[in-house]
C-alpha cells in the first residue's frame, strides 16, 4: 500500500463533522445569562427544535429554554434545570453544573459571534449530508439529469437562504429621504387611482394589495376554497407576465383544483369529448401553465417547509401570490395558541420582506362567538394579519327550493285536480327562492390607512361551472376568451396547439 493511501486512510480516521461545542456552550450561555431578548434573536436564525446543535447536552438545553421563552418564563440555571427534570432530559445535559459551566465561558456581547459559528457549521453539515445522498442518489438515478440537478440547485438555494450574517449593517435603518418617492406618491394619488393593489371580481372596497397577509374564515364546507380560486383567477389575469401565483392545498388534489380553476377560467366543468372540446381544454391548462405552480402534496405538512418555498417562489418563479389552504393542515395542534400566532407572524413577514400577499384559510368553530370572534384558534392569529375575511353559504336555500320543487310536484301528480292556486303559489316562492343569495364574502376588517371596514358582498353560485356571479339571472362567462380580446389586438390570432404546451 502506498504512503499516500495510508495517510489518507489516517486523515479520514480523524475528521469529524463540522461543529464546535465551544460556541455552542457559550451561545446556550449567552441565552442564560441575556434572557429572552437573546433566545428570540436566537430563534429568528436557529429555530426551536435545536437541530443546529451537534452536542445533545446543548441541544437539549436549548430546546428547554426555547420551551420557556414561549411560555414566557424568566430565564435563569434554577428555571432551566427545573424545565429539564419536568420534561425527563436533566439526565442529557448533566444538570446545574453543565448550565453553569455554559454561562461561565459566554462573553454575553459575544452572543451574534458565536450564533455565526454554530449556525454556519449547522449549515456545513446539512451541506455535507446533502452532498453524501446526492452522491448515493447518482449510482441509482434513472430520472433526466436536469432533475437531479434541479433537486440539488435547490437544496443549495435553501442554504444560502438560513444562512444570516449577524455583523452585516442593520439593513432596516434608514432615512426618511430614502421614502421621497413613495412618499410624495400618497399625496397625489387621484380619486381615480384609488388604493394600490388589484382588483377581486366583486363589487366591494378591498383590494389585494402587496406585502399584506390576508385572513380567509368560514365554516367547514362553506365554499372558502372555492371563493378563493375564483378570486385567484382574475387575480392572475392582472399580473404581468412571467408572474404567478402558488397554490398550497393539502385538502384537495393538484388535478382537482386545477380543474375548478378551468371551470371557473372557461364556464364550464364539462366539455365534450371532440376536437374542439380537446381545444378548449388545451386552452385552460396552457393559460393556467403561465400563471399557476401547485404544492402538490395531501396530509398534513410543515408550515416552516412551506415559508422556505413560498420564498424560493418569489426568487426563482415568480410568485407574487399564494393561498395556504387550510392552516389546519399545518402541523400545529389546535391548542397550540403560541405557534399559530408565532407562524402567522412569520407568514406574515414574509409577505411584507418578498412584496407577495399571501391568503390563509382557516374554519370557523361551529356555534361558537360571532363574526371573527369565530375563528379557530388563537386571537394572535387575527392580530398578526393584514386583512380579515369570511366566507358565509346560504344554507337555507337548497332545501327551501328542494322543498318547493317537491310540493309542487307532488301537487301536479296527485292532485285530483291539481289545485292551481297552490301550484302558483308555491312556484312564486320558489322564484324568490331561487333568487336568494348563495354565498356572502364578508370584509371585517383591512390594516390599510383609510380603507372600508365592516363590508359584505352576496353573490349567487353556478354549480355548472363553479362560478360567482353579482346578478342571479347573469350567464357563465368563457373569461379565457373575453380576456383573450380584451388584451390582444383586434387581428386574427392562430389556433393553439392541440397538445399541452408545457408537455
Known amino acids: 500500500m502506498s504512503r499516500n493511501a495510508t495517510q489518507g486512510r489516517g486523515q479520514e480516521a480523524t475528521r469529524q463533522v463540522p461543529h464546535s461545542p465551544e460556541a455552542e456552550e457559550a451561545l446556550v450561555g449567552c441565552m442564560l445569562e441575556r434572557g429572552l431578548a437573546a433566545i428570540e434573536s436566537v430563534r429568528v436564525v436557529l429555530g426551536d427544535e435545536g437541530e443546529a446543535f451537534y452536542d445533545l447536552r446543548t441541544r437539549v438545553a436549548y430546546t428547554a429554554l426555547c420551551g420557556l421563552a414561549r411560555d414566557g418564563i424568566e430565564i435563569d440555571p434554577i428555571t432551566v434545570n427545573q424545565r429539564l427534570k419536568d420534561t425527563g432530559r436533566l439526565g442529557d445535559v448533566g444538570g446545574l453544573p ?14 451574534d459571534y458565536y450564533l455565526q459559528i454554530v449556525g454556519e457549521k449547522w449549515v456545513l453539515r446539512r451541506y455535507l449530508k446533502m452532498c453524501v445522498e446526492g452522491a448515493e442518489r447518482t449510482y441509482t438515478y434513472g430520472g433526466a439529469v436536469s432533475g437531479l440537478l434541479g433537486e440539488h440547485e435547490k437544496g443549495l438555494l435553501d442554504l444560502v437562504v438560513s444562512l444570516r450574517d449577524p455583523h452585516a449593517a442593520p439593513k432596516h435603518l434608514k432615512p426618511p429621504e430614502a421614502f ?43 365554499g372558502k376554497s372555492t371563493v378563493v380560486n375564483y378570486f385567484l383567477l382574475h387575480l392572475a389575469n392582472q399580473l404581468p ?60 405538512g410543515d408550515w416552516k417547509e412551506l415559508l422556505r418555498a413560498f420564498r424560493y417562489g418569489k426568487e426563482r418563479m415568480g410568485v407574487e401570490l399564494w393561498v395556504l389552504d387550510s392552516m389546519m393542515r399545518t402541523g400545529i395542534a389546535d391548542d397550540d395558541y403560541a405557534t399559530q400566532g408565532f407562524m402567522t407572524a412569520a407568514m406574515s413577514t414574509l409577505c411584507k420582506e418578498t412584496g407577495q400577499h399571501g391568503f390563509i384559510i382557516v374554519h370557523e368553530n361551529k356555534g361558537e362567538g360571532k363574526g371573527k370572534d369565530k375563528i379557530r384558534g388563537s386571537a394572535l392569529i387575527r392580530a398578526n394579519v393584514d ?76 354549480p355548472e361551472c363553479f362560478q360567482f356571479r353579482q346578478q342571479w339571472q347573469d350567464p357563465p362567462v368563457n373569461w379565457l376568451e373575453r380576456w383573450k380580446r380584451e388584451q390582444q389586438p383586434a387581428a386574427s390570432t392562430p389556433d393553439p396547439p392541440d397538445t399541452f404546451a408545457g408537455v
Open 98 to 111: 453543565f448550565l453553569m459551566g455554559c454561562r461561565d465561558k459566554s462573553l454575553p456581547s459575544n452572543l
Open 180 to 222: 421621497y418617492e413613495k412618499f410624495v406618491g400618497h399625496f397625489f394619488r387621484t380619486a381615480e387611482q384609488g388604493e394600490p393593489g388589484m382588483d377581486l371580481p366583486i363589487e366591494l372596497k378591498f383590494r389585494i394589495r402587496p406585502g399584506e397577509l390576508t385572513l380567509v374564515s368560514g365554516e367547514d364546507k362553506s
Open 387 to 462: 386583512n380579515i375575511t369570511g366566507v358565509q353559504i346560504n344554507k337555507d336555500k337548497g332545501q327551501k327550493v328542494a322543498k318547493l320543487r317537491y310540493q309542487i310536484a307532488t301537487e301536479k301528480l296527485n292532485g285530483q285536480p291539481p289545485n292551481e292556486n297552490y301550484i302558483r303559489d308555491k312556484e312564486e316562492e320558489l322564484d324568490k327562492a331561487i333568487k336568494e343569495w348563495d354565498t356572502r364574502f364578508i370584509l371585517y376588517s383591512q390594516r390599510y390607512s383609510g380603507s372600508q371596514q365592516n363590508g359584505a358582498r352576496y353573490v349567487f353560485f353556478d
Open 241 to 300: 407576465a412571467g408572474k404567478r401565483i402558488m397554490v398550497v392545498s393539502f385538502e384537495m388534489p393538484s388535478d382537482v383544483t386545477l380543474w375548478t380553476l378551468g371551470a371557473q377560467l372557461i364556464g364550464r366543468k364539462r366539455l365534450p369529448e371532440t376536437r374542439e372540446g380537446t381545444k378548449e381544454a388545451v386552452r385552460a391548462i396552457n393559460w393556467l401553465n403561465e400563471k399557476f405552480v401547485m404544492w402538490d402534496f395531501l396530509g398534513i
